[in-house]
């Protein structure tokens, strides 16, 4: 990296980075590409169980519905890199990917390095510079651009896209440095937050089902008796409390709150049911079947284990005959069954949580071109924004697209 003017300098090399400098560099900008670890795409590397989710099956008003009230800010990003664009953009690069039902899009081969590769090849023939193992320390404006301070001195640049991530996956070198970098330039910062993150629950029957995985239950967060977020999902008992899309999908309504030990989980594990259709099942059952055991009749809509668990909630003896069962009875597991109600403790935090909720407020940057409001020199895109979406390659795609459309215009 022997300049040390650049046209464009983009902090951080991961996928809202990578795009960025891929876009600028193929414009014909002198461009390079820091990042503080040794690797890039670190974070590409760990996502989707190193799968890769790169983005959601769905038309790009989906994708802006997805993220909510925020969501309006990505139609200019979509236009420019939408979905299909996307899946062309790894398919050009010999990343041929497919859609599983729930509509996430993964590589063929399930293998995030490829995801990765892609990118990398695609950065190597744009010309960019990639500087690895090259953190920024600071960064404050000067005659001509932005003056960035690295490890062997300084180097300006007339354009800085600021795409260092969030605090998600501290491990993966996202520890939130862009925050400062983007408050000593004038930006505001929503406080940074974990989202879709592991949520820790009381319960010592939680435990003992650690590993038990439940395709499709129904859960809510409730302070008091107000809703502060539903999904339906699949949900995995673990160690600590739960976790799967459902809960992780939820979770950030957990995190934002000033007092999550006062939330509680409200579990319905038999959302297909209604309470009175299981009633009629229970009471019919309990009739025509007296001699099988009581969890057994279940068996064909939760796993055993889970039922067990659920009659023991109910004041119901585990190995119990389903023969005889009460009016009462029947109510009690009914309740377990559609309304566990878990206090919540917390979460597991940033080093868990997959993004960021929180960051750069988003009516200071452009949503036509990322370009800062209050710094014309200074862009920015990717995780760093306060912008987040569900589980699912929605968050992903943001990255993609709001880094590309950094890249078209600075």
Known sequence: MAEVHWDVAVVGAGAAGLLAAIAAAERGRRTVLLEKNRKAGVKILMSGGTRCNLT???DNRGIVDAFGPGGKFLHSALAALGVQETVNLFESEGVATKTEPTGKVFPVSNKAIDVLNALLRRLNRSGATLALSTPVRGMERSEGGITLAIPNGNISAARVVLTVGGQSYPGSGTTGDGYGFAAGLGHTIVNPQPALVPITVTGEWVKE????????????????EKSLAAKRGSFLFAHFGLSGPAILDVSRAVTKHAGPACLILEVDFLPSLTESCLDVFLRNE??????????????GQLPRRVTEALMSQAGLARDRKAAGLSKLERSRLVHAAKRTRLPITGTLGFKKAEVTTGGVVLDEVDSRTMQSKLVPELYIAGEILDLDGPIGGFNFQAAFSTGWLAGMHA
């Open 56 to 58: 959601h099956a769905m």
């Open 209 to 224: 089902l650690r590993g038990v995985t439940i395709p499709d239950v129904s859960i809510r967060v409730l302070e008091g």
């Open 286 to 299: 309990s009739s025509v079947a007296g001699k099988k055991q009581l969890a057994g009749l279940l068996a």
